[in-house]
C-alpha cells in the first residue's frame, strides 16, 4: 500500500511508517508544502497513493469524487495532538 500523508501529519509519521516497511511520503517531502488540495489530490493519484490526511474536504465525494483514485483516509482525532 502506498500512502501520502498529507501536510496536516506530523513530519515524523512518515518516517516512522517507513521504518515500519510501508511506502510513505509526506506532502512536505515532495515539496508541496502549502499546496491546494486539487495539488494534494494530482499527485496521490499520479503517484498511486492513498491520501492520508485531517483535512474534511476531501471526504466530500462531490468535490472530490473517489473514483479512478486510490482513495482517501481521513482521520477524525479529537483533539489532533
Do not use: Q, W
Amino acid at each position: 500500500m502506498k500512502l501520502l500523508l498529507d501536510e496536516n501529519l506530523s513530519l515524523l509519521h512518515a518516517p516512522t511508517l517507513r521504518e515500519l516497511g510501508h511506502d510513505a511520503v509526506s506532502v512536505v517531502e515532495c515539496g508541496l508544502s502549502g499546496a491546494d488540495d486539487p495539488m494534494v489530490r494530482t499527485l496521490a493519484i499520479k503517484e498511486g497513493r492513498i491520501l492520508v490526511t485531517h483535512d474534511a474536504d476531501f471526504a466530500n465525494v462531490l468535490r472530490y469524487p473517489p473514483s479512478n483514485t486510490p482513495g482517501v483516509i481521513r482521520l477524525r482525532i479529537h483533539p489532533a495532538t
